[in-house]
């Protein structure tokens, strides 16, 4: 550290010589007014030489630590962004993937959806079919009913008619003596019950 700052010490002594004794000495030695002002111009652009490496000395470690540490903040700032790009491509992707098996998820759900419709179809039909059965074999247990008490009007009618018949014929063909003879047997069987 010593080495570098003696080169700067030599120059800093060289201007503050040039500054303080070169516009003294040449003043004295031209004497003219004319070179008087190009010789304070000099020393005008010597001192301000001088400060600024003075200046330059004294302000280049805090700016290099400040650029330093600036050069490092951007540093970590782009590190930061990297990893904030990586994690968005990685959300990105992810969601590309999802996207892309929602078509298939939707795909299924449609599947399913119209199977389980078709099993419900056909469990309704079914069940259509098995309430028309009971409905046809209650209609034919009436029916079959309906007929047997038709059938059995039908016999009793017949019967009452066969009777009816039967009575006008044989009222039609019975005599007085026959009438007479079966009343006579009539009387004889409750007579002989008794």
Known sequence: ??????????????????????????????????HSELVLNLGKL???????????????KPLANFFASRTHAIREQLAEAQKARQE????????????????DELRRIREDAEREAQEEYERQVAAAEKDAEKLIARARQE??????????????????????????????????????RLFARFVSK????Q
Do not use: F, Y
Not at 46 to 60: E, M
């Open 190 to 193: 409750v007579g002989g019950q």
């Open 143 to 180: 029916i079959d009913g309906m007929t047997r008490a038709a059938q059995a009007g039908l016999k009793e009618h017949a019967a009452g008619l066969s009777v009816e018949l039967a009575q006008a014929r044989i009222r039609s063909e019975m005599t007085a003596e026959d009438h007479e």
């Open 46 to 60: 010597v001192n301000l030489l001088l400060v600024l490496a003075v200046l330059v000395w004294v302000v280049r």
């Open 88 to 103: 968005a491509e990685a959300k990105l992707a992810q969601i590309e993937a999802s996207m892309s098996s929602l078509d």
């Open 1 to 34: 550290m010593r080495l570098r700052s003696e080169p700067l010490i030599r120059a800093l002594l060289l201007g503050a010589v040039l500054c303080l004794g070169l516009p003294a000495g040449l003043q004295a030695a031209e004497g003219a007014e004319g």
